[in-house]
């Protein structure tokens, strides 16, 4: 299988990367196109097996499968300038807030289209990505499906959960990582070395996530499992609880829902 990437950037960039460190897709059958030729050389210097191109109609020409890595306003210029065969090509577009919708007025009404909603995590290849299809068989879902589980964790909901979403996972990476900023800082105010506070805190985030992910557990349990009567634990989590911890979190997510 070819995979014809257009955006060499942020999110191209690290799919492509991303890409070559698994098992499915050979690094040769990888091409990337963007008028940024330092990005380019960035992603040979890689993998030099990675195929590069300023010409974005070169790196799809022979793809079975076109990933449109650009910025929002420019996918339509982008899209629209591409010899498409839709019989035999599958879209992908990682682009924010662009509906079926839109790709079905560019392209037809046939073509094989999906969105992905990664987050930045995906350069750890540990993303949460987020996968919504239109005319896709049950095969291409699990081909996209098991793509981008190898860059962490990928799942396929409908399209119009999508605003909802991305505010747990493209938006809730920010929220987490927030955290571990305020538990850094409160490290530093009780004596600790704020890269020592930072490393605590975020293996701690680490550890709690593998719990949920590894188990059939609830964060409640695993709570429970820490809060011994009269302990240190509940102490804190009641102090949460009084300052709004779980309605803060509560009202940021809805409100990155809205777009």
Not at 92 to 98: L, M, P
Request: proline share 4%.
């Amino acid at each position: 299988m070819k995979i014809g990437i257009i955006g060499a950037g942020n999110m191209g960039g690290a799919i492509a990367r991303g890409l070559t460190q698994g098992t499915l897709i050979a690094p040769k059958d990888i091409t990337v196109a963007d008028l940024a030729q330092d990005k380019l050389n960035e992603l040979k210097a890689f993998n030099p097996d990675i195929q590069v191109t300023t010409n974005n109609q070169s790196a799809i020409t022979d793809a079975d499968l076109i990933l449109i890595a650009v910025k929002p306003w420019l996918v339509k210029e982008v899209i629209t300038n591409l010899q498409i065969d839709l019989k035999k090509q599958i879209v992908v577009s990682v682009a924010a807030g662009i509906p079926f919708s839109e790709y079905i007025s560019w392209l037809g009404e046939s073509a094989i289209l999906f969105r992905l909603v990664p987050n930045t995590a995906i350069s750890e290849l540990e993303s949460m990505t987020l996968i919504a299809s239109h005319n896709a068989t049950k095969e291409q879902e699990k081909l996209i499906i098991s793509l981008f589980d190898e860059m962490g964790l990928a799942m396929l909901i409908p399209e119009k959960q999508i605003p909802a979403t991305t505010a747990l996972t493209s938006c809730g990476i920010a929220y987490v990582l927030k955290y571990i900023q305020a538990g850094m800082q409160a490290g530093v105010e009780m004596g600790i070395y704020p890269k020592d506070a930072m490393k605590m805190v975020a293996q701690s985030v680490k550890g709690a996530a593998e719990l949920i992910l590894n188990n059939d557990t609830h964060p409640s349990v695993e709570i429970d499992k820490v809060t011994t009567p009269g302990g240190i634990t509940i102490k804190g989590i009641n102090e949460l609880d009084h300052a709004g911890f779980t309605s803060a979190i509560i009202r940021a997510m809805k409100r990155s829902s809205e777009f």
